[in-house]
């Protein structure tokens, strides 16, 4: 699915969309107006997912949630936008973590994002015992 980020100027393809606007049924190819988009970060496209694309997609009035999935470690970062139109930064990582989003009515673990994958959890690194 193609995501609108500019009417006939600006598209993306983005791993997840999802939208809660009728009008966006209208066309089984585009989307319009997402309320959450999920992007898997890969080495080649991670710094552009954070950056250049999010500051794009922050101009879409009806997107409420960000989401970027590491390839390379339990590590999921969530933006949210808030009723004031602040984004705030979540990063869940323990594989204890459970993404809710209560308006899409969307409880996700940690673990169920990276269940079948040879993705690892981070690993604590402890402080070296002094004898």
Excluded at 21 to 37: E, G, M, T, W
Excluded at 94 to 107: C, F, G, K, S, Y
């Amino acid at each position: 699915m193609r995501l609108a980020v500019q009417n006939d100027f600006h598209y993306t393809y983005p791993d997840v969309m999802v939208s809660c606007d009728p009008s966006d049924r209208r066309d089984p190819l585009l989307i319009r107006q997402p309320v959450l988009i999920v992007e898997v970060l890969s080495p080649s496209t991670a710094e552009y997912d954070r950056s250049r694309k999010f500051n794009q997609y922050k101009k879409i009035p009806s997107l409420r949630h960000y989401i970027l999935v590491s390839q390379t470690a339990w590590v999921l970062e969530w933006f949210r936008r808030d009723d004031m139109g602040q984004w705030i930064y979540t990063v869940l990582s323990d594989p204890a973590d459970v993404l809710e989003i209560p308006d899409l009515n969307l409880r996700l673990p940690l673990a169920d994002v990276y269940d079948d994958t040879d993705v690892a959890p981070l690993a604590l690194i402890s402080a070296p015992e002094h004898p």
